[in-house]
């Protein structure tokens, strides 16, 4: 599907793969204004250059959208998807999602999304005929609420007796497990392959990786359970940690962690990187679990000094801000650099 790309310039790139990994070709990209319309979020004269566009299927607005901003451009751009930042990172997670939990936590993510701006299309009752649940008429829409409900009532249910079901399996296992954790294309699946001698997908599209692998691997006659855990992205709408939560609690159970940072990233990317990764971790109740911070694609650095000067800033920041921090490793899972130290870690840890 062809569709316009709304973002502000540090977001462009991320923006743009994950459109682009949920199947968008993005035919023209405009910066997202200093001040949003509000009532439309997005410029005017841009919204009657878009309506010129008769080739374009979607407008992809990268950021949170309030009700009002959906309404109003549902009525502008007839026969149009419009999608915020949350919308776009559900589809995606809806084309890749394997497992049934998977799908339901998606769906009801969508829905707990979308019911408030069906509520206010109700109240204001400013309904035209639209495409898809946002355009059935008032009484369509009234009805289309109560559908709503019923559902996320009966998928809440199911879930928690899945989450209560998943809790009592992974309580039974009798060997340890390391969560590996951390933003996505930091190269957590390749160190994942490189551990496990598997070949799990990896690609440079974001999201290879949207519901747990896991592999039991031998160190020294002992058992460890590896797990590779879905990506962080930056600011992570709540929504998603929510519809995920099950995904993501695999790291909420595992004994230790594995954080993986790219250590390509400039110094104060990389320190923003840590910082919401550590936040994330927080707000999914995480604390106090034994954690090994491993700085990946080390070959993609300049100098050797530019790793040491890295590893010593996020040494140096991740005690202040988490405890207990085993170690800071610098690898390249892609060249297989330092990865028998960072298994010979992982065991000592466990």
């Known amino acids: 599907m062809k569709a316009i790309l709304f973002t502000a310039d540090e977001y462009k790139d991320e923006a743009l ?17 200093k001040k949003p319309n509000p009532n439309f979020y997005i410029q005017k004269d841009k919204i009657e250059e878009i309506k010129e566009l008769n080739d ?36 995606i997670f809806a084309l890749h999602a394997g497992s049934k939990e998977a799908k339901l936590q ?83 699946t390749t160190i994942f392959n490189c551990l496990t001698g598997l070949n799990q997908k990896v690609d440079s599209s974001m999201f290879t990786t949207t519901s747990p692998k896991r592999y039991a691997i031998p160190i020294d006659g002992k058992k460890i359970m590896l797990v590779d855990t879905v990506g962080f992205i930056r600011g992570i709408p709540p929504q998603i940690i929510e519809a995920f939560f099950v995904t993501l609690s695999e790291a909420k159970y595992a004994n230790a962690l594995l ?3 790219d250590s390509s990233l400039s110094s104060t990317l990389l320190v923003e990187m840590l910082q919401s990764s550590l936040e994330i971790l927080r707000e999914l109740g995480i604390s106090g679990k034994p954690m090994i911070i491993t700085l990946n694609k080390i070959d993609k650095n300049n100098k050797e000094k530019e790793v040491e000067e890295k590893v010593s800033l996020v040494k140096e920041l991740a005690n202040s801000l988490y405890t207990p921090i085993i170690d800071v490793i610098p690898v390249s899972a892609l060249k297989g650099i330092n990865m028998n130290i960072l298994r010979d870690k992982i065991l000592a840890l466990i």
């Open 17 to 33: 793969s994950l459109a682009e990994t949920a199947f968008y070709e993005i035919t023209k990209i405009y910066k997202i204004p």
């Open 56 to 91: 374009i299927d979607a407008v992809i607005i990268f950021d949170l959208l309030k009700s009002r901003h959906f309404i109003n451009l549902n009525k502008e751009f007839l026969g149009k998807k419009i999608l915020d930042k949350v919308l776009l990172l559900l589809e």
């Open 106 to 188: 998606i769906e009801l993510a969508k829905l707990r999304y979308e019911l408030p701006i069906l509520k206010d299309m109700y109240k204001k009752a400013k309904i035209t005929e639209q495409q898809g649940p946002l355009g059935a008429g008032v009484y369509g829409v009234e009805s289309t609420i109560r559908l709503y409900q019923r559902r996320i009532v009966k998928i809440r249910k199911e879930l928690e007796e899945m989450k209560k079901a998943k809790e009592d399996q992974v309580r039974r296992v009798n060997f340890n497990s390391v969560a590996i954790v951390g933003y996505t294309n930091a190269g957590k």
């Open 259 to 261: 954080l993986v940072l």
